[in-house]
């Protein structure tokens, strides 16, 4: 049996410790809101914060979340998270979703990415384009994400 601390609670799996963490998160505790695009951490739909850091939980074991805390993007909507509710509200301002199979996992690398940067700077087009590199978007929408990625962290500043 192990423990995970996901979105601030404390969940009990009775799960292989080498089962990657989307599968606990989407089949264990039913947080469906985290996709399976690849299986191999290629396209960052699967992605979730693992203490802060953006990771693809599609081949991170549930063994290395032992004391660490996940977050996914179901904690970004909760009103606790004020990064994430800005990318939020810039996702809807520049009408970035098309089909919506890879928001959560983009959402969740914009807040972790946006976290990251000092308090009040700018990230130019270069530095949100490195760090938005590692998720897909099958229709195409990367202008929009870097536009609202900047909107965000305006409104941040």
């Given at each position: 049996m192990s423990?995970?601390?996901v979105n601030g609670r404390?969940?009990?799996?009775?799960?292989?410790?080498?089962?990657?963490?989307?599968?606990a998160l989407r089949d264990s505790l039913g947080l469906t809101g985290t996709k399976f695009g690849c299986g191999a951490a290629l396209c960052g739909a699967c992605t979730v914060h693992l203490d802060g850091q953006a990771v693809r939980s599609c081949v991170t074991p549930i063994s290395a979340a032992?004391?660490?805390?996940?977050?996914?993007?179901?904690a970004t909507t909760d009103g606790s998270d004020k990064v994430g509710a800005a990318?939020?509200?810039a996702w809807v301002k520049h009408d970035v979703a098309q089909c919506g199979y890879c928001?959560?996992?983009?959402?969740?690398?914009?807040t972790a990415f946006l976290k990251s940067l000092p308090r009040g700077k700018q990230p130019s087009a270069a530095e949100?384009?490195?760090?938005?590199?590692?998720?897909?978007?099958?229709?195409?929408?990367?202008?929009?994400?870097?536009t609202a990625v900047a909107d965000a962290a305006q409104s941040l500043a």
């Open positions: 423990k995970l601390h404390q969940h009990p799996v009775d799960i292989d410790p080498g089962t990657p963490i989307l599968w032992a004391g660490k805390k996940i977050r996914t993007i179901e990318v939020h509200a928001q959560s996992g983009q959402i969740m690398s914009a949100i384009d490195s760090a938005m590199a590692g998720n897909l978007c099958r229709c195409g929408t990367y202008a929009r994400i870097r």
